[in-house]
C-alpha cells in the first residue's frame, strides 16, 4: 500500500511538529492567519464571479474555437445545495493552499454524465496506490468510486504521483516566518515596558516613590488601565518616549520583504497583496487584470478547465470560466473606445459592445435605421441626374432621312 494523505496535516513535512510553540504555521490552518495569504486566496477568488460557459471547442483544446452553447443547469449550480461562487472558491481554496481540490459526483444522467456534485473538504479525502496504477480514493475512511472522484491537483509530488502540491507545503518556511515577524511585533505591543504618558510633579512639591504611585493609580483609576503606567518623574527630569525602538523599526522593514516573498509564493505581482514597489500603481483596471490573467489566473483557471470539462462533459464540448466578468474596463474608458470602433468588421451587431459592458442586448427596432445606400451607378451617369431627362426618339416612318 502507497502513500496516503489524510487529516488536516496534508501539506506538512514529517520534521512539523504542532506543539512546538516557536512555529508558527505548519498546516493550511494556520497559514490562513497570515493576512498576506488571506488577501492572495481573496485575487484568486475573484475567479468564482465568473459564470461557467458551456461551449463546443475544437478537440483536445479547450477554448481554442469556441462555439458557446445554451447553458445547462447543472452548469449554473453543479452542487445543489451550494451556489456556483461559492462551489468555485472553496475548490481555489484548497487548490493554491493544498494542492488539491476534489468533489463527488452523487447523482448521473441516463448518459452517464454528472447531475450533481458535492464538495468535500481536502483534509477529509484520501488516496492510496494498491499497485493497480491507478488512485484508490478514501473519503472518511471509506473507500468511494474512482470513476465519481474528480480531483484537481496543482503539479505533482515527486513522491507520489496522485497528489498535488499547495503553497503551504511548498513554502511553508516563508510563510512560517511572517507568522513569526506577526507574533514577534505583537508581543513586543503587549509587553513593552514604555509607559503611554509621563506626568511631572510641579517644582518645590515633596516626592517621593509613594507619592509618585499613589499618582499612577490616581491617573489609571480615572482614564482606565492601559499598557503602560504612567511614568512620575520629578521636576527637571528629561524622559523623551519612543513610540518604536530600533529593533521594532527594523522588524517593520522585514515584514515588508517577507510580504513580497508571499506574493512570490503565490505567483502573484506585490501589488496585489499591498507589498511595496509594486508594478500597477498607476495602471488602469483593464490592463491590471489582463496582466493578473495571464501572469496569475490563467495557469488555474486552465487546470480546472480542463480536469471538468473531461469529467463532466462529452467529448467536443468544453466548461469556461467567463473571463469577460475580469476583462471590463471603468465604464468611461469602454464608452470612448466602443465610440471609435464603429467599423461594422469589427462590431457588426451593435449589441457587442454592449455585451462586453455588461448591459443587456436591445431588441434590433431600438436601433436607428441605417441611412439609405445610393447606387454608385447612378452617380456616376450624367444622364440620370436629377433635373435633366432624355430628349424624345422621333418616329421611324420607314423613309430615311431625307437629306
Not at 99 to 108: D, E, I, Q
Not at 161 to 171: A, D, M, S, T
Not at 266 to 272: H, K, Q, R, S, Y
Amino acid at each position: 500500500m502507497g502513500t496516503v494523505w489524510s487529516t488536516n496535516m496534508i501539506g506538512a513535512p514529517s520534521w512539523v511538529d504542532p506543539k512546538h510553540l516557536a512555529r508558527q504555521v505548519w498546516d493550511a490552518q494556520t497559514a490562513r492567519s497570515v493576512p498576506g495569504v488571506g488577501r492572495a486566496l481573496g485575487i484568486y477568488g475573484m475567479a468564482a464571479a465568473c459564470a461557467l460557459i458551456h461551449a463546443r471547442t475544437a478537440p483536445g483544446s479547450p477554448g481554442s474555437g469556441r462555439d458557446e452553447l445554451g447553458l445547462t443547469k447543472f452548469l449554473q449550480r453543479p452542487d445543489p445545495d451550494t451556489a456556483l461562487p461559492t462551489f468555485i472558491g472553496v475548490h481555489l481554496e484548497d487548490f493554491m493552499l493544498q494542492g488539491n481540490a476534489l468533489h463527488l459526483v452523487t447523482a448521473r444522467r441516463a448518459d452517464d454524465s454528472p447531475a450533481a456534485v458535492r464538495w468535500f473538504p481536502v483534509h477529509r479525502w484520501g488516496v492510496q496506490d494498491k499497485g493497480d496504477g491507478q488512485p484508490t480514493y478514501l473519503l472518511d475512511g471509506e473507500e468511494v468510486d474512482r470513476d465519481d472522484v474528480v480531483h484537481v491537483r496543482r503539479g505533482s509530488d515527486p513522491n507520489f504521483e496522485w497528489r498535488g502540491i499547495g503553497v503551504v507545503e511548498q513554502h511553508v518556511a516563508t510563510l512560517n516566518q511572517a507568522g513569526l515577524e506577526r507574533a514577534a511585533q505583537s508581543e513586543n505591543l503587549a509587553n513593552r515596558g514604555m509607559p503611554n504618558v509621563v506626568i511631572t510633579q510641579p517644582p518645590g512639591s515633596e516626592f517621593e516613590q509613594t507619592n509618585a504611585d499613589e499618582v499612577a493609580e490616581k491617573w489609571e483609576e480615572r482614564f482606565g488601565t492601559q499598557t503602560g503606567r504612567p511614568g512620575v518623574f520629578p521636576a527637571g527630569t528629561n524622559v523623551t518616549p519612543l513610540s518604536w525602538n530600533p529593533s521594532d523599526q527594523q522588524l517593520n522593514e522585514a515584514r515588508k520583504m517577507t510580504l513580497i516573498d508571499v506574493a512570490n509564493a503565490f505567483n502573484l505581482d506585490g501589488w496585489w497583496i499591498g507589498a511595496q514597489g509594486g508594478s500597477h500603481q498607476y495602471k488602469s483596471p483593464a490592463p491590471m487584470f489582463l496582466t493578473l490573467l495571464r501572469t496569475s489566473l490563467n495557469p488555474v483557471l486552465k487546470t480546472f478547465e480542463d480536469e471538468w470539462s473531461y469529467r463532466w462533459l462529452p467529448y467536443g464540448r468544453a466548461v469556461l470560466f467567463d473571463r469577460l466578468e475580469l476583462l471590463r474596463d471603468d465604464l468611461q474608458t469602454m464608452v470612448a473606445t466602443f465610440a471609435k470602433s464603429t467599423s461594422k468588421v469589427l462590431f457588426p451587431d451593435p449589441n457587442e459592445p454592449r455585451q462586453w459592458m455588461g448591459f443587456p442586448a436591445l431588441p434590433d427596432s431600438a436601433w436607428p435605421a441605417p441611412p439609405p445606400q445610393l447606387d454608385p451607378a447612378s452617380q456616376d451617369d450624367p444622364a440620370d441626374a436629377p433635373g435633366e431627362e432624355e430628349p424624345p426618339v422621333p418616329a421611324d416612318d420607314g423613309e430615311g432621312d431625307a437629306a
